[in-house]
């Protein structure tokens, strides 16, 4: 199988892994909110805020520089496992005693007993990070998605369970962690790799040398993510942070973690393609054309739709969420089409430019949010100037591959016309329908599923009428990907014996 068609499998499991994540996830939020109030939510929000700034560390990029490397494969991976073990236990050690600090920016006492608990999924998480990258280094997505299916129906039970037995934001905690301790048992069996704990200091440094700067990147980029989020906790309190965190569910549902699923699949593609720049340059327009004509609809129908998602799933004491989801959704869809940026620098060594780009990103982007927020005294303003910061990036980030790949900006503006123009013609019929369906008093659920339904058809005519020979390509992807699909399998494990470094286990990759 080619390594095209292996990542478009992979996109296709991870997003499938995702989407049943996420749905689990909406499920328990749903049940959560109309059983917490507003303040609730904003003390698992700040909690979780802390968690992924101390978890951007990430094995201080080891894990992307195991994906990358091409020599001594089993010795990196004995020393990435050791390296991801011991930060494990550190990042939970960091939690654990820096929790009391945290009531100085959040008044609640609450939040120093939450983070100690929650914290513990860092060790677990530690001791199944390594297996999980060698998982995505060979492409074998399949395998690598069934620990995270199995790890989030078992948190989401645990949680919808725990929910309706008054346990409120402990069953979100106690969730958290007994779905860390099944996906790092989970990806164990899956991988079928017992690790010696050598640590090889040659192999250490090599991997250090590339991940240093993915680990800088990675920091300032969890820092940009959670800017808007940090500032409305500090700032504004529980309550504003409260509706940010219903606001922004859909939104990371359908649109802002895609771009997770794409660096999952497309970082260790591009990695095979790293010395012909020719082909890496065809798979990066091929991956933002297509996750374009996806992501720019979802963004531009969820503003036209978030009144009655938000009402109808979460219930009219969260109506100030729906601005916020608005922004977010324009957030989410900005943030994806510039990500595979990052993927492609990673790809050719040069992680050294993401780390330069978010350095001057970070100068513009907290000033402006901290200005919009003392202004504004409102969630959606930290929103609303982070959509503005990341949209100015994300034009800078173009601009920095056209040059790297020899990419005439002209192009962007082709392979973005045609998603734009319809999903802004879908939006325009949406209003028209959603205006006539409140004159005759339908209820919002039907108003809801029958504007969905409407902007689908509409988008899809559009994009058939102006893309019609890029639509098929795709199907006709998409449809030998599946038709391939156990002749693929057959192939995967025979790949798992080409690499002389792996080979010496012979069960390392089987099932």
């Known amino acids: ?10 996109i296709f499991w991870s997003y499938a ?31 979780i805020i802390i968690m992924a700034l101390i978890e951007s560390v990430r094995g201080f990029g080891i894990n992307d520089a195991l994906i990358y490397t091409s020599e001594k494969v089993e010795e990196a991976a004995e020393t990435a496992f050791v ?29 120093v007993d939450v983070l100690r608990i929650i914290s513990l999924v860092f060790i677990f998480d530690g001791l199944g990070k390594t297996h999980s990258a060698m998982l995505e280094k060979e492409l074998k997505f399949r395998r690598s998605a069934m620990p995270n299916i199995i790890a989030t129906a078992i948190k989401g039970l645990v949680s919808i369970v725990l929910a309706f037995m008054g346990f409120g934001v402990w069953s979100i905690v106690f969730g958290q962690v007994i779905g860390s301790i099944t996906r790092m048992i989970a990806r164990w069996w899956t991988l079928r790799w017992i690790p010696r704990l050598h640590f090889y200091t040659e192999r250490a440094r090599a991997l250090w040398d590339y991940g240093v700067h993915v ?23 529980q309550l504003q942070l409260g509706y940010y965190a219903i606001g922004v569910r859909f939104p990371e549902l359908v649109i802002a973690n895609f771009s997770l699923i794409l660096t999952k699949a497309l970082f260790p593609a591009f990695s095979k393609f790293q010395n012909d720049v020719a082909k890496m340059k065809n798979g990066y327009l ?8 996806l992501t720019v609809p979802m963004g531009l129908g969820m503003v036209a739709v978030a009144r009655e998602v938000v009402l109808v799933i979460f219930g009219s004491q969260w109506e100030p969420a729906i601005i916020l989801m608005q922004v977010l959704a324009l957030l989410g869809m900005v943030a994806t089409l510039q990500w595979s940026v990052g993927d492609v620098l990673k790809a050719l060594g ?3 430019v993401l780390t330069k780009l978010q350095v001057v990103e970070a100068i513009y982007t907290f000033p402006m949010i901290y200005g919009f927020v003392v202004v504004g005294r409102l969630a959606v303003m930290a929103s609303l100037a982070n959509l503005i910061a990341i949209t100015m990036g994300a034009i800078t980030r173009m601009f920095v591959i056209a040059r790297f790949l020899d990419i005439k900006p002209k192009v962007f503006y082709t392979m973005f016309r045609s998603p734009f123009v319809n999903a802004t013609i879908m939006v325009f019929v949406i209003w028209v329908w959603r205006t006539f369906a409140y004159s005759l008093g339908l209820p919002l659920l039907v108003i809801l599923i029958t504007s969905i339904v409407i902007g689908i058809i509409v988008y899809a005519a559009g994009m058939w009428l102006m893309e019609k020979d890029a639509l098929l390509k795709a199907r006709e992807m998409v449809l030998s990907t599946i038709r391939s699909k156990k002749g693929d399998d057959d192939e995967d494990d025979n790949d798992d014996n080409e690499n002389p470094e792996i080979a010496d286990k012979s069960d ?4």
């Open 83 to 111: 390296i991801n073990t011991v930060i494990g236990f550190v990042q939970f050690a960091l939690a654990y005693f820096l929790a009391p600090y945290a009531t100085n920016f959040f008044d609640d006492a609450r939040i």
């Open 215 to 237: 680990l800088i990147f990675t920091l300032l980029n969890v820092a940009l993510e959670q800017a808007d989020q940090i500032l409305i906790g500090t700032m504004l309190g």
């Open 17 to 47: 892994t995702y989407i049943w994540q996420r749905l689990l996830t909406l499920a328990t939020t749903a049940i959560l909110a109309r059983l917490l109030v507003p303040e609730d939510f904003g003390l698992i929000a700040f909690a």
């Open 286 to 293: 091929m991956t933002t054309k297509y996750t374009a004509f």
């Open 508 to 511: 390392l990759m089987e099932e």
């Open 1 to 10: 199988m080619n390594i095209a068609r292996r990542a478009l499998k992979g």
């Open 350 to 352: 040069r992680p050294d």
